[in-house]
C-alpha cells in the first residue's frame, strides 16, 4: 500500500502478556517513529529509528517496552508484562530524512491495544 | 527540552465563520512547526509546517498559520470554517538544533463547527 501500515488494528489481552505491534513504513522513508496516544491526550514520543538503529529511545516508559527494525524498513514494538495503564494506542509514523529533518510525519491509523 | 501548549481543549465556531487554534511552543533554538489534524477513528494528517521564509504559510483544506518569533506562537487559522473541518488538531514543534529528535506534539484542541 502507498500509506503506513499497522498491525493488528486492535489487540485485546491480559495484565501480565507480552505484546507485538508491526508498523510497515512508506516505501523508501528511512525514518520511523513510535508514539503512544492516551484518550484525551496528543501523541507522545517513543522511539525514533534512522535505518536500523534506534536514534532516540529516551520517550520510552521503562524496560518493559522495546522496539527493533531489523532491516531498516518493518518495526515491530515489544511490549512485556502489560499492565492496565498500557492501554492506548499505539501510533507509527515514517519520513523521509533529510540532513535537516525538515520532512513531514506520515502517520499509521494506529493499533489500539486494551489491557485488561 | 521542547515542549508545545495548545491553550484550548476546545473551539466552538459557527460554519462560515473565520477560525483560530492557538499553539504556542519552547526550544532552545529555532523551531520547525507542523500543524496535523485528525478525524475520529483514523490516523493523523499533515496539513502544514513552517521551516522558514514567509511568516504565513498555507496549507491543505484551505488552512494557513503564521509564525510569530517574538510570541512564540504559531495560530492555525482558516477564513470561512465548515462543518467538514470539525477533528482534533494538534501542533507540533522540532528544535532545528537537535535536527535528529522527534517531533513533539501538544494535547490537542478540538474544533466544532456548528451548522
Known amino acids: 500500500g502507498a500509506g503506513v501500515s499497522q498491525t493488528p488494528s486492535n489487540k485485546v489481552t491480559e495484565k501480565g502478556k507480552y505484546v507485538e505491534l508491526r508498523c510497515d513504513p512508506i516505501s523508501g522513508h528511512t525514518a520511523l517513529y513510535w508514539y503512544r496516544q492516551s484518550l484525551g491526550q496528543g501523541p507522545e514520543f517513543l522511539i525514533y529509528?534512522?535505518?536500523?538503529?534506534?536514534?532516540?529511545d529516551s520517550g520510552l516508559p521503562n524496560d518493559r517496552f522495546f522496539a527493533v527494525r531489523p532491516e531498516g524498513s518493518v518495526s515491530t514494538l515489544k511490549i512485556q508484562r502489560t499492565e492496565r495503564g498500557d492501554s492506548a494506542v499505539y501510533l507509527c509514523?515514517?519520513?523521509?530524512?533529510?540532513?535537516?529533518?525538515?520532512?513531514?510525519?506520515?502517520f499509521g491509523e494506529g493499533s489500539r491495544l486494551t489491557v485488561l | 527540552a521542547q515542549s508545545v501548549a495548545q491553550p484550548e481543549d476546545q473551539v466552538n465556531v459557527a460554519e462560515g465563520n473565520p477560525l483560530t487554534v492557538k499553539c504556542t511552543y519552547s526550544?532552545?533554538?529555532?523551531?520547525?512547526l507542523f500543524w496535523y489534524v485528525q478525524y475520529p477513528n483514523r490516523g493523523l494528517q499533515f496539513l502544514l509546517k513552517y521551516i522558514t521564509g514567509d511568516n504565513l504559510v498555507k496549507g491543505s483544506y484551505g488552512f494557513e498559520a503564521e509564525f510569530n518569533k517574538s510570541q512564540t506562537s504559531f495560530h492555525l487559522k482558516k477564513p470561512s470554517a465548515l462543518v467538514s473541518d470539525s477533528a482534533l488538531y494538534f501542533c507540533?514543534?522540532?528544535?532545528?538544533?537537535?535536527?535528529?529528535?522527534?517531533?513533539?506534539f501538544g494535547k490537542g484542541t478540538t474544533l466544532s463547527v456548528s451548522s
Open positions: 526550544v532552545s533554538g529555532n523551531p520547525y
Open positions: 507540533a514543534v522540532r528544535d532545528i538544533s537537535q535536527a535528529g529528535t522527534a517531533l513533539i
Open positions: 529509528f534512522q535505518g536500523t538503529g534506534a536514534a532516540d
Open positions: 509514523a515514517s519520513s523521509l530524512m533529510s540532513g535537516t529533518n525538515t520532512g513531514e510525519l506520515f
